[in-house]
């Protein structure tokens, strides 16, 4: 089944159905209908399939046949679900994954994609991601981004929807269904234009599979046409919500006659219907499809749904002028949107306590390095064991040339030798093949721990916006500030290709430019100087030492050198003087009084403990601002 439409169904017939007819015949119209590669009609409408299976399980419970209540259990819990009836399957659901051994791996993935988005739906987070990490185990998945978008951290989703969600191929109802799930992603974050925008694009291709298909006949065309519809029907909401409403009414009258097998679209464009009709003035016709709405909307858990009909019906007696009925719908709706609120905040409690993606992505990293180092360590081994083979050869070719010239066997000891060169070359290629996967791998390793210090500052940038206290926000900027020090270090080695020395002049220029952007007053005239020798490569390990204390002597003279001054300059000078480093940052600002508590200041505390680590002298001078001096050996 489409995830969007659930079934590709047609209009009922009117057909008399046989409510009693054989368990074994409906299942297998069931299976032949949704395991197909092509879209294929069917000839029922979901509610007769609802009808249908539930009488036949009905009959198996009562006849406890194990078996066949095994066997309807698919169609029916994946029926529930697509009428959003969570209440009525998850407990089947629930029953198959404890089945699950006896699942075939079509019908296991199924069973964990609605498992999961039930258990999302009624607000069970910690459930949802036990699923999701199955699903991930099993390389049914590899993304998190709808956890992401249940917790609210939406700027997340969006990135792992991008980075790791593939677009499906043209020509596709999953592609379709891709493009859905972004705009719908869009809406969420409130980014009505740029949700527009998608909708639009994928009208664009509907239009364009549904040309293909008159051709190839591979995809259901009553199905496309609910596509079609719909995508015009989420274009006039975005256009509802800028308050424009031309062509609306035709639009969404045209989009509920096509969502026969969609009730959950068909519902939401009722909503918007009615919020129409009451800008048109013509409540009447407001409350007949509210009141469809509602009906569809029975026994469904479909929050999005539910809040907007709430806020719907308010609006609705606001414009009859029944204020107290008005405000008794509004209260409900400031109720639930509360309560989902709170669990938005549950659930983003329990995604960020369990540091589920850094863990997963520290995991990976820890073994990508383990891998690395396996392989390393099993290089040198193979490079130990070719010298030894050539040298053994080096003998063996001596010795054949001895027998060589002193016999007869002038052919044998050719061919001999032919070989031991074939095989040096063919352990040559493997060594050098392995050289090269080595590479590889570490230049992964940098792009991925330079990769994971970018998803920990966008989570510190999640936070500093939920955040109001100003002390907290300086204190998560400093953070961020040292973990996009380090960031610079991987980046720079992957881009390089050099893995184990990085060039400090572009590295501290880039530095200090970051600096200057989160620091700098727009009414300052602040200058950066650099006298750093270009030539100069450093280890990683002094790189990183040198970069946090850059990054706490910089950002100190930004904060603090020119609170009363609007001109300055700063100085970063990183000479090499034979095996001595000497580095020295200075401004000319306000400077201090005296020097500061190592015990109250972190970012002087950082400096002192990276001055240890690399051994290093450190001098302040409080002289017209301040300077420091900082020496260490490379060895």
């Given at each position: 089944?489409?995830?969007?439409?659930?079934?590709?169904?047609?209009?009922?017939?009117?057909?008399?159905?046989?409510?009693?007819?054989?368990?074994?015949?409906?299942?297998?119209?069931?299976?032949?209908?949704n395991?197909?590669s092509?879209?294929?009609?069917?000839?029922?409408?979901?509610?007769?399939?609802?009808n249908?299976?539930?009488?036949?399980?009905?009959?198996?419970?009562?006849n406890?046949?194990?078996?066949?209540i095994?066997?309807?259990?698919?169609?029916?819990?994946?029926?529930?679900?697509?009428?959003?009836?969570?209440?009525?399957?998850l407990?089947?659901?629930?029953?198959?994954?404890?089945?699950k051994?006896?699942?075939?791996?079509?019908?296991?993935?199924?069973?964990?994609?609605?498992l999961?988005e039930e258990?999302?739906?009624?607000?069970?987070?910690?459930?949802?991601?036990?699923?999701?990490?199955?699903?991930?185990?099993?390389?049914?998945i590899?993304?998190?981004?709808?956890?992401?978008?249940?917790c609210?951290?939406?700027?997340?989703?969006?990135?792992?929807?991008?980075?790791?969600?593939?677009?499906?191929?043209?020509?596709?109802?999953?592609?379709?269904?891709?493009?859905f799930?972004?705009?719908?992603?869009?809406v969420?974050?409130?980014?009505i234009?740029?949700?527009?925008?998608?909708?639009?694009?994928?009208?664009?291709?509907?239009?364009?599979?549904?040309?293909?298909?008159?051709v190839?006949?591979?995809l259901?065309?009553?199905?496309?046409?609910y596509?079609?519809?719909?995508?015009?029907?989420?274009?006039?909401k975005c256009?509802?919500?800028?308050?424009?409403?031309?062509?609306?009414?035709?639009?969404l009258?045209?989009?509920?006659?096509?969502?026969?097998?969609?009730?959950?679209?068909?519902?939401?464009k009722?909503i918007?219907?009615?919020?129409?009709?009451?800008?048109y003035?013509?409540?009447f016709?407001?409350k007949?499809?509210?009141?469809?709405?509602?009906?569809?909307?029975?026994?469904?858990?479909?929050?999005p749904?539910?809040?907007?009909?709430?806020?719907?019906?308010?609006?609705?007696y606001?414009?009859?002028?029944?204020?107290?009925?008005?405000?008794?719908?509004?209260?409900?709706?400031n109720?639930?949107?509360d309560e989902?609120?709170?669990?938005?905040?549950r659930n983003?409690?329990?995604?960020?306590?369990?540091?589920?993606?850094?863990?997963?992505?520290?995991?990976?990293?820890?073994?990508?390095?383990?891998?690395?180092?396996?392989s390393?360590?099993?290089?040198?081994?193979?490079?130990?064991?070719?010298?030894?083979?050539?040298?053994?050869?080096?003998?063996?070719?001596?010795l054949?040339?001895?027998?060589?010239l002193?016999?007869?066997?002038?052919?044998?000891?050719?061919?001999?030798?032919?070989?031991?060169?074939?095989?040096?070359n063919?352990?040559?290629?493997?060594?050098?093949?392995?050289?090269?996967?080595?590479?590889?791998?570490?230049?992964?390793?940098?792009?991925?721990?330079?990769?994971?210090?970018?998803?920990?500052?966008?989570?510190?940038?999640?936070?500093?916006r939920?955040?109001?206290?100003?002390d907290?926000?300086?204190?998560?900027s400093?953070?961020?500030?040292?973990?996009?020090?380090?960031?610079?270090?991987?980046?720079?080695?992957?881009?390089?290709?050099?893995f184990?020395?990085?060039?400090?002049?572009?590295?501290?220029?880039?530095?200090?430019?970051?600096?200057?952007?989160?620091?700098k007053?727009?009414?300052?005239?602040?200058?950066?100087?650099?006298?750093?020798?270009e030539?100069?490569?450093?280890p990683?390990?002094?790189?990183?030492?040198t970069?946090?204390?850059?990054?706490?002597?910089?950002?100190?003279?930004?904060?603090?050198?020119?609170?009363?001054?609007?001109?300055?300059?700063?100085?970063?000078?990183?000479?090499?003087?034979?095996?001595?480093?000497?580095?020295?940052i200075?401004?000319?600002g306000?400077?201090?009084q005296?020097?500061?508590?190592?015990?109250?200041?972190?970012?002087?505390?950082?400096?002192?403990?990276?001055?240890?680590?690399?051994?290093?002298t450190?001098?302040?001078?409080?002289?017209?601002?301040?300077?420091?001096?900082?020496?260490?050996?490379?060895?």
């Amino acid at each position: 089944m489409n995830s969007a439409t659930a079934f590709n169904f047609v209009p009922f017939d009117n057909r008399q159905v046989d409510t009693h007819g054989n368990a074994k015949q409906l299942v297998d119209l069931w299976n032949s209908i949704n395991e197909q590669s092509i879209d294929k009609h069917d000839p029922y409408t979901i509610e007769t399939w609802e009808n249908l299976l539930w009488n036949e399980y009905q009959k198996a419970v009562k006849n406890k046949d194990s078996n066949w209540i095994f066997k309807l259990s698919i169609p029916l819990s994946f029926t529930y679900h697509s009428e959003t009836k969570f209440a009525k399957g998850l407990p089947i659901l629930q029953y198959l994954y404890h089945h699950k051994k006896i699942l075939s791996p079509i019908q296991y993935k199924g069973v964990l994609i609605k498992l999961e988005e039930e258990y999302r739906a009624t607000n069970n987070i910690e459930q949802a991601i036990i699923i999701r990490k199955e699903r991930i185990q099993n390389n049914f998945i590899n993304n998190y981004w709808e956890i992401y978008t249940d917790c609210g951290l939406y700027e997340a989703a969006k990135k792992e929807l991008f980075q790791f969600v593939a677009i499906p191929p043209l020509y596709t109802t999953a592609r379709l269904n891709y493009y859905f799930k972004v705009g719908e992603l869009y809406v969420d974050m409130n980014v009505i234009d740029s949700a527009k925008k998608i909708y639009t694009k994928a009208l664009a291709e509907c239009i364009e599979t549904i040309e293909v298909n008159k051709v190839s006949h591979q995809l259901d065309n009553a199905n496309l046409a609910y596509w079609k519809t719909s995508f015009m029907g989420h274009i006039i909401k975005c256009n509802i919500k800028k308050g424009h409403y031309t062509n609306a009414i035709s639009t969404l009258l045209n989009d509920i006659q096509n969502s026969y097998a969609n009730s959950d679209n068909m519902a939401d464009k009722m909503i918007a219907l009615s919020q129409c009709y009451l800008y048109y003035k013509q409540p009447f016709k407001a409350k007949l499809y509210l009141d469809s709405a509602n009906h569809i909307l029975t026994e469904k858990v479909c929050k999005p749904l539910k809040l907007a009909y709430l806020l719907a019906c308010s609006n609705y007696y606001t414009s009859i002028n029944k204020n107290d009925s008005s405000l008794i719908y509004y209260k409900r709706y400031n109720t639930y949107r509360d309560e989902l609120n709170q669990n938005i905040q549950r659930n983003q409690s329990i995604l960020l306590l369990g540091q589920l993606e850094l863990s997963n992505r520290r995991k990976e990293l820890l073994e990508s390095k383990q891998s690395l180092l396996d392989s390393i360590k099993k290089n040198d081994s193979q490079k130990t064991v070719l010298l030894i083979l050539i040298f053994s050869l080096v003998l063996s070719i001596m010795l054949g040339i001895f027998l060589y010239l002193n016999s007869l066997a002038k052919s044998r000891s050719k061919n001999k030798i032919e070989l031991q060169n074939k095989m040096i070359n063919e352990h040559a290629q493997k060594i050098e093949a392995q050289f090269n996967h080595n590479e590889t791998l570490l230049k992964e390793l940098h792009h991925r721990v330079k990769n994971n210090l970018q998803v920990m500052y966008s989570l510190l940038n999640l936070q500093k916006r939920r955040n109001e206290d100003f002390d907290t926000i300086e204190t998560l900027s400093s953070i961020q500030n040292r973990i996009q020090t380090m960031a610079l270090v991987h980046q720079n080695l992957y881009t390089s290709g050099n893995f184990e020395l990085v060039e400090i002049a572009s590295y501290i220029k880039t530095l200090a430019h970051h600096l200057e952007t989160i620091y700098k007053v727009d009414k300052q005239k602040i200058e950066v100087h650099f006298k750093i020798d270009e030539s100069l490569q450093l280890p990683i390990e002094m790189v990183v030492a040198t970069g946090l204390i850059v990054n706490e002597a910089v950002s100190n003279s930004f904060k603090y050198a020119f609170k009363n001054k609007r001109t300055g300059q700063i100085f970063i000078g990183l000479l090499k003087n034979e095996n001595e480093i000497e580095i020295i940052i200075q401004d000319n600002g306000e400077g201090m009084q005296h020097l500061p508590n190592k015990e109250n200041s972190l970012g002087m505390k950082l400096i002192d403990l990276m001055c240890k680590q690399l051994k290093a002298t450190h001098n302040i001078e409080l002289n017209n601002g301040v300077t420091h001096h900082i020496k260490f050996n490379l060895t």
